[in-house]
Nanobody
């Protein structure tokens, strides 16, 4: 069983930055960030594998950067130039084989989420 704990969420004005962290109890090959805004479906944001291959959703390319510290079993999401539409609960996910796509079924383990609110 892999446990994931997210941190780093908060409230920032548009144009601001935040860095999310996700600590895992065990090493997994693939890790990802998903987000869910009120009354919207959960969507993939960014993913990374143990070799640090990455994928980012088009909506965040050029603004968000996913990274990981394998020695610390920690996943990060650096978020820059935040927009009000980035407001959501952000979830960390972990799984096995990494694929450059964002499918919830690829991830077996999920954290409880951390809230990000961006004001205009």
């Amino acid at each position: 069983q892999v446990r994931l704990v997210e941190s780093g969420g908060g409230s920032v004005p548009a144009g601001g930055s935040l860095t999310l962290s996700c600590e895992a109890t065990h090493t997994t090959n693939s890790m990802a960030w998903f987000r869910q805004a009120p009354e919207k479906e959960r969507e993939g944001v960014a993913s990374i594998d143990f070799s640090k291959n990455t994928a980012h959703a088009d909506s965040v390319k050029g603004r968000f950067i996913v990274s990981r510290d394998n020695a610390k079993n920690t996943l990060y999401l650096q978020m820059n130039n935040l927009k009000p539409e980035d407001t959501a609960m952000y979830y960390c996910a972990a799984g096995g084989t990494w694929k450059p796509r964002f499918e919830e079924r690829d991830y077996s383990y999920w954290g409880r989420g951390t809230q990000v609110t961006v004001s205009s």
